[in-house]
């Protein structure tokens, strides 16, 4: 890959864990941590792109649509080229009122580097915001994987190392597009076996994303595959136990969940029911998104 209404309800579990993480609390402190599982929302939303892909109606699954860079540039592969305001502002008309979120998928300009190059990529993407809440002002639009930069090994470095500081540094100065956003949707999919190393860089992509959200919301795109870019294992399966534990981990740090996917060989690929990724998903659901409401069928994305 390539303000939603709904409320689930958060597990006692989590209230209960976070106590037990401080390893003394008052019963004061363990009642708030109850208050605070119970009403914290958390959001699955669904943006694959599979063939003939069910409806999800009594699943408690959100749809969540994207516009991606081959709706917006057409054939324009310029990696500097701005999309004609009147393409994506007729993009933004189709969209019509959405209860659920928008993202905006543009990866082909500059978020790091050249401070020039840089401020450039910042103006873009607010001229790109402008237009698309100009013709669509009610509806909450981010930006996938922007702010913030996803960077796998100076994440896992940890906060005390210069690396992960100037990961830091390089998030503000995108300042600019977290200002004009509803939302942000960091990017955390699966480059390697390593859980452990998941599990950090995971976290520390949403953490980051809270620190630039300013308390607006915080969704983190999941692809239940390995990532493209790994030579030996890319495009495979992420292992069932493996997805369950990157689930539960978006659980505990993030307000919800975009789990992307199906696009097979430059087309859809088709829905399997009994794959792996859904079985856990489902599960997944029934414990930590309780409440289903009936969701319209076919592909939700904009491709």
């Known amino acids: 890959m390539r303000s939603a209404r709904f409320r689930g309800v958060g597990l006692l579990a989590v209230g209960l864990a976070m106590v037990g993480a401080l390893g003394r609390s008052s019963p004061a402190d363990a009642e708030a941590a109850r208050a605070a599982a119970v009403q914290r929302p958390f959001i699955v939303f669904d943006a694959t792109l599979y063939k003939d892909k069910p409806s999800f109606e009594g699943y408690p699954i959100r749809p969540i649509r994207v516009l991606y860079e081959s709706r917006l540039f057409l054939n324009d ?97 995108l300042d600019g597009i977290a200002a004009h956003v509803d939302v942000l949707f960091p990017s955390i999919y699966t480059f390697y076996p390593d859980r452990k190393g998941w599990v950090t860089y995971a976290i520390a992509q949403i953490t980051e994303a809270r620190r630039k959200a300013g308390g607006k919301p915080v969704y983190a795109f999941l692809w239940p595959q390995y990532h493209e870019s790994n030579r030996l294992i890319g495009l495979q399966p992420i292992e069932p136990d493996y997805w369950e534990l990157q689930l539960n981990t978006v659980y505990q740090h993030a307000d919800g969940v975009v789990i992307w996917g199906g696009w097979g060989d430059k087309k859809p690929a088709p829905w399997d029911e009994n794959a792996p990724w859904w079985r856990v998903t489902k599960r997944f659901m029934e414990r930590h998104a309780p409440f289903s409401a009936p969701v319209p069928p076919g592909n939700l994305g904009v491709r």
């Open 77 to 173: 592969r310029s990696p500097t080229a701005v999309p004609p305001e009147h393409t994506v502002r007729s993009a933004a008309k189709e969209l019509g009122e959405p209860s659920e979120p928008v993202v905006v998928d543009i990866e082909r300009w500059p978020v790091k580097g050249e401070a020039r190059a840089v401020q450039a990529t910042i103006e873009k993407f607010v001229s790109v915001l402008s237009w698309v809440k100009s013709e669509a002002p009610n509806v909450s639009v981010g930006i996938y994987g922007t702010v913030p930069i996803r960077d796998y090994w100076r994440a896992v470095r940890g906060p005390a190392s210069k690396d992960y500081q100037a990961w830091q540094r390089e998030n503000d100065r």
